[in-house]
């Protein structure tokens, strides 16, 4: 029973372009939503996060967009750089409202940026 | 400031012997998280910890495995009579009081014989 889905394994954009990176969730009780980025070897780094009383949020290049009625959120990369490569997953966690809530992962998805 | 570290890197065990995964939060982090990920999968949690108590093992099987986080040096995920299905990488993450963000280790990839 997968609570955060990350549907696609992998996504290949052009240098310069725009990648989106999409992650659907199936809890509606979850309030706080985070991106981490993964490199080979190493562990994740926290991204960006979002929590539900927002929309939108915005960091540099990248920006998280939360629809909760459809209970999707999307990360989008813009411009998309080399360094970008990486795998991203997708979190969420209860935890807004009682801290000890554990985070919930998607199972990532590879991004290659082409050069 | 140094970041979440673990140790060791890699560990190889036979089946049937233990594996000790220590983890030493961030300067001035409190809680401390431990997560398995197997190939092709995502990070599934394990246990939450703050000093001296286990919060949340929820996602912790409940036999071979335990973990502790004492009042002075680090967090140990430990693995009784490993069995192959053991080999995963297993990362640790800290977060401060004030933060809901975790940070990261560099993980320990353990490898079943």
């Known amino acids: 029973d997968q609570q955060v889905k990350q549907n696609s394994p992998s996504l290949s954009v052009q240098e310069g372009r725009i990648s989106i990176l999409n992650c659907d969730y199936t809890n509606s009780m979850f309030d706080y939503f985070l991106w981490y980025k993964k490199y080979p070897a190493e562990g994740p780094t926290f991204l960006i996060s979002i929590s539900s009383i927002k929309d939108k949020n915005e960091d540099g290049r990248f920006t998280v967009f939360l629809n909760k009625s459809a209970k999707h959120l999307s990360l989008h990369i813009v411009p998309s750089q080399p360094g970008d490569s990486a795998v991203y997953f997708c979190a969420a966690s209860e935890g807004l409202m009682n801290r000890d809530d554990k985070i919930i992962f998607g199972k990532g998805t590879r991004l290659h940026i082409l050069p | 400031n140094a970041g979440v570290m673990q140790n060791p890197r890699h560990l190889v065990r036979r089946r049937g012997q233990e594996a000790r995964l220590r983890c030493s939060p961030m300067?001035?982090?409190?809680?401390v998280y431990w997560y398995r990920q197997l190939p092709e999968e995502g990070l599934k949690f394990m246990v939450y910890?703050?000093?001296?108590?286990?919060?949340?093992e929820s996602g912790m099987p409940k036999e071979r495995f335990s973990a502790e986080f004492p009042k002075e040096g680090p967090s140990i995920l430990r693995i009784q009579q490993v069995v192959r299905g053991d080999s995963a990488a297993y990362f640790c993450?800290?977060?401060?009081?004030?933060?809901?963000?975790?940070?990261f280790g560099p993980g320990t990839r353990l490898t079943v014989t």
């Open positions: 300067k001035g982090h409190s809680h």
């Open positions: 910890l703050q000093k001296e108590n286990i919060i949340d």
């Open positions: 993450a800290s977060s401060p009081d004030n933060s809901y963000e975790q940070y």
